[in-house]
Structures are given as C-alpha cells and as structure tokens.
C-alpha cells in the first residue's frame, strides 16, 4: 500500500531534550515537506527536500532540523524543544515540485 | 504577501442539503491549487487539484471550480459521511519552491 508514515504518532517530553520525529514513503517520491498544524492558524511548512541531500527552509523552520540521506526517508529533529513546538506535525510527499502531496497520520508532540 | 482565506470558517447542514465551500487566494502567479479533506486527528487527505481559471473536477458529490481569483468546492446533497474540515492550499510561483500555503479550512457538519 502507498503511503506516508511517520514515528511516533504521540509523543511527550520535556524542554530540551532533543527528539526525532521519523517520515518515511514507499512510493519513490521526490519530494517530501514537514508542517505543523496549529488551532488558528493552519497548516505551516516547516522543511522541504526537493531530493537527497537537498533541502530548504520553509515558513517556520525556527528550532527545527531536517536531512535527507535517502530518498524515502526525511526525518524531523528538534535539537532543543520548547513548548511553543507544542503542535500536530504532518509529513508530506509527492512525485515532483508539480505533484499533489500525500499526507502521513500526522504526530501529536506536547512539550512541557 | 501570498494569502489563502477560506469561508465559512464552519458550516452546518441538513443531510441533502448543497452548498458552497469559499477559497479566496492572493498570490503573485498560481502554479496550482489543491483541496483537502481532514479527518479530526488524520492527515490531510487529497481530493483535487486545480491549474487554470476555467477549469472544473468532480468527484462524487464534491465538485472543485476556479477563477482568477477564487475557488469553490459545491457540495451536492451532502450526507453526514462528509463531514470533515475542508482545506485549500495553494502554490505560488516564486518564494519557497514547493511551498504550499494553507488556508485555516472549513468546518463542515452535516446531520442526518
């Protein structure tokens, strides 16, 4: 089955503490993006990677790492959490830069 | 500054009962633009993409159209199953590459 998943679904730590959130895609996509969801003000694009080893800031990439060593892989790391990276984060991925985006489950962070 | 605002912010409807979704968008050249649909707690889910003024998809009850300016998602004689947040996002030319911007969706509730 095609799809986007990511690790863990939920997760709860503690300020500063440095974390990775995993994505990975079984469809040979190219492209593949993070954003995070909050109440009030949507979905925001945090990192994209256009291929491996090429990725770029988006809207809100404060406090946030990403790399891309393979192709079906792109994983989020938070080098030091704050809680106002309390947030649902998606994952996303598609064949090219022209391409629709497929969504993982999405991963529900609290840090306190 | 590139925007997407979408309206109603929530709607509630009688199972059957068509309406109209709203995506006003603000962006300097349009690549693309993409509906949504999210689940409470899921990832954003794919339903249609847009190029060109003029143009039109379908998909079961659910129909996407787009002008210059703004986009609209018809809903005809709706059932409770589609209830659902509805998002629209849009990619522009210039800025980031890839970047889609999100607009803060629509609530829609359908009783039965």
């Known amino acids: 089955e095609a799809q986007v998943t990511q690790n863990p679904r939920y997760l709860i730590t503690v300020t500063g503490k440095k974390l990775t959130v995993t994505c990975s895609q079984n469809m040979n996509h190219e492209y593949m993006s993070w954003y995070r969801q909050d109440p009030g003000l949507g979905l925001r694009q945090i990192y994209y990677s256009m291929n491996v080893e090429v990725t770029d800031k988006g809207d809100v990439p404060e406090g946030y790492k990403v790399s891309r060593k393979e192709k079906r892989n792109f994983p989020l790391i938070l080098e030091s959490p704050s809680p106002n990276q309390t947030s649902l984060y998606f994952c996303a991925s598609s064949l090219g830069l022209e391409e629709t985006q497929y969504f993982g489950p999405g991963t529900r962070l609290l840090v306190l | 500054e590139d925007q997407v605002t979408q309206s109603p912010e929530a709607l509630r409807l009688q199972e059957g009962e068509s309406s109209s979704l709203n995506c006003s968008y603000t962006?300097?050249?349009?690549?693309?633009l993409f509906w949504y649909r999210q689940d409470p707690g899921k990832g954003p889910e794919f339903l249609f993409t847009?190029?060109?003024a003029g143009e039109e998809k379908e998909k079961e009850r659910l129909k996407a159209t787009l002008t210059k300016k703004e986009s609209f998602l018809h809903i005809t004689a709706p059932k409770p199953e589609d209830s659902a947040t509805y998002l629209c996002a849009v990619r522009p030319y210039g800025g980031s590459q890839g970047n889609l911007i999100f607009g803060k969706g629509t609530k829609l509730s359908v009783k039965p």
């Open positions: 962006v300097s050249g349009l690549r693309g």
């Open positions: 847009l190029y060109s």
